[in-house]
């Protein structure tokens, strides 16, 4: 397997876009998981899905930041407008929830900086 | 609400050395503790994990231990290589929704 895949790796843009990050999970994994990294802040888990359903969404930071998974297989991060203070890595992580055994497995993340 | 602290910050070993990293935890009910290596540009990736009902666990170089009744579990690297040298999570599970509690994270770097 490929492993978690994420685009884009880089995003440069500027204050007052859209964005859209992009998540492929891991074939077979019913769990996937947006985290957001940055040195203040350390590893934030914003948005929580299983089995396409949004679990837990409290850690979106705001109305700005909306995400969804139309299938098992994609989801997407956006975020509009973008704000300089969203700088960060994203990563989308995925795993197979079963209460037992649920390792998640990171992509290699998106490094987003908003000008 | 829950929350994982995670010491130290930085760590500097010489190589060959062990290292240790402290988590400790606030939620009793949590039942499943991984760690995570982090290389540079690079996503976390698990090395080692522990389960709340086994007390010990070792593989090869690394080891975690867990002491539920003070709430805290360890890792150890012995024998410490180059490759070593990265930024390491540990993380708690909440038992009621499988999410992870991270923490802060501890810099490891090895000094040849």
């Known amino acids: 397997d490929a492993g978690v895949i994420q685009s884009p790796r880089h995003e440069v843009t500027e204050m007052g876009q859209e964005v859209t990050l992009r998540c492929k999970p891991i074939s077979g994994h019913n769990s996937l998981f947006w985290y957001r990294q940055t040195m203040m802040r350390g590893l934030e888990l914003l948005i929580y899905?299983?089995?396409?359903?949004?679990?837990?969404d409290s850690g979106m930071p705001e109305d700005r930041f909306s995400a969804k998974m139309p299938n098992a297989s994609f989801s997407t991060l956006k975020i509009q407008p973008s704000e300089p203070r969203d700088s960060a890595v994203y990563f989308c992580?995925?795993?197979?929830?079963?209460?037992?055994?649920?390792?998640?497995?990171f992509g290699p993340g998106t490094r987003l900086t908003v000008l | 609400g829950e929350n994982v602290e995670q010491h130290p910050s930085t760590l500097s070993v010489q190589e060959g050395d062990s290292a240790v990293i402290k988590c400790t935890y606030s939620d009793s009910a949590s039942n499943y503790f991984p760690w995570y290596k982090q290389e540079l540009g690079k996503g976390p990736q698990l090395i080692i994990d522990i389960r709340s009902n086994v007390g010990e666990k070792k593989d090869q170089r690394i080891a975690v231990t867990l002491n539920k009744t003070a709430k805290h579990f360890s890792l150890h690297i012995t024998e410490t290589q180059p490759e070593d040298s990265a930024v390491y999570f540990c993380?708690?599970?909440?038992?009621?929704?499988?999410?992870?509690?991270w923490g802060a994270g501890t810099k490891l770097i090895i000094k040849p």
């Open positions: 993380a708690a599970r909440k038992a009621s929704n499988y999410q992870l509690i």
């Open positions: 899905f299983n089995n396409n359903v949004p679990i837990d």
């Open positions: 992580a995925s795993s197979f929830t079963s209460g037992i055994a649920d390792t998640q497995y």
